[in-house]
């Protein structure tokens, strides 16, 4: 798939790598609510009232990213923010640090460690069953997870790497910079380029992630949508 796709990254990755969790048929799309918050739109496509009213009822949000769709009456369209889309063109150096713990997968028995961590540091965005979209790996210290990074969004050749946090407990080891080599040189070697969103306002992560291999592509366009009223 051509670069392009990371445009519009929602809606080619319900249209390609998460198209069995899909709901929603022609020009929009969104992934359940307890998977995650996003709604995908194809470019320059007219949107039938009717079908984003069944996918965003009364009450809820749904999140998107790139151009925003034309609506009429009836809705609440805000922009959010720009966000950096990084992206990683080659693998990167795996730092190494004395005593490491080891990098473990976070399958379904350490589910409740991840939206442990995940309610404390990603509150709005990381759902109960946002686990299906990816792999998750993470580092434990004291019995606890300390640190995790994993896959959200995917298509044909790219992966975004995702919820890339460290517990407030474990801050300054290192371990965010060792799970991000990690993942992205994993993700190389699967032929899949990384890519990631992060807030401008997060300098410390952009830095990070400038670090380590990673250069800004884009800004892109981070927005909601609601029913109005």
């Known amino acids: 798939m051509s670069e392009d796709a990371l445009d519009n990254p929602i809606w080619a990755s319900l249209r390609s ?3 069995a969790l899909a709901l929603g048929e022609g020009a929009v799309a969104r992934y359940p609510a307890q998977v995650a918050p996003f709604l995908g739109v194809a470019a320059d496509a007219n949107i039938d ?3 984003l009213r069944a996918l965003v009822p009364a009450g809820d949000t749904a999140l998107g990213l790139g151009r925003a769709p034309a609506l009429g009456a009836g809705w609440e369209l805000r922009p ?6 990084m992206i990683c063109r080659a693998p990167v ?4 640090v004395a005593g490491e713990a080891p990098i473990v997968e976070l399958g379904a028995d350490r589910r409740e460690d991840v939206l442990a961590l995940t309610a404390l540091v990603y509150p709005h965005y990381f759902r109960p069953r946002t686990m299906e979209l990816g792999r998750y790996f993470g580092l434990y210290e004291d019995g606890r997870l300390a640190a995790m990074a994993g896959e959200r969004m995917g298509m044909d050749g790219y992966t975004e790497l995702s919820a890339i946090c ?5 801050l300054g080891r290192g371990h965010a910079r060792r799970l991000l080599a990690f993942l992205a040189n994993d993700n190389h070697a699967r032929g899949r380029i990384p890519f990631l ?3 401008h306002e997060n300098p410390r992560a952009v830095e990070l992630y400038l670090r380590n291999g990673f250069e800004l ?4 366009a981070f927005w909601s949508l609601r029913q109005a009223g």
């Open 17 to 19: 790598r998460h198209r």
């Open 80 to 85: 959010v923010a720009d966000l950096a889309q």
């Open 93 to 96: 150096p795996v730092p190494a």
């Open 49 to 51: 009232d009717a079908a």
């Open 217 to 220: 592509r884009r800004d892109i």
């Open 166 to 170: 460290t517990h407030p407990d474990f």
């Open 197 to 199: 969103h992060v807030s």
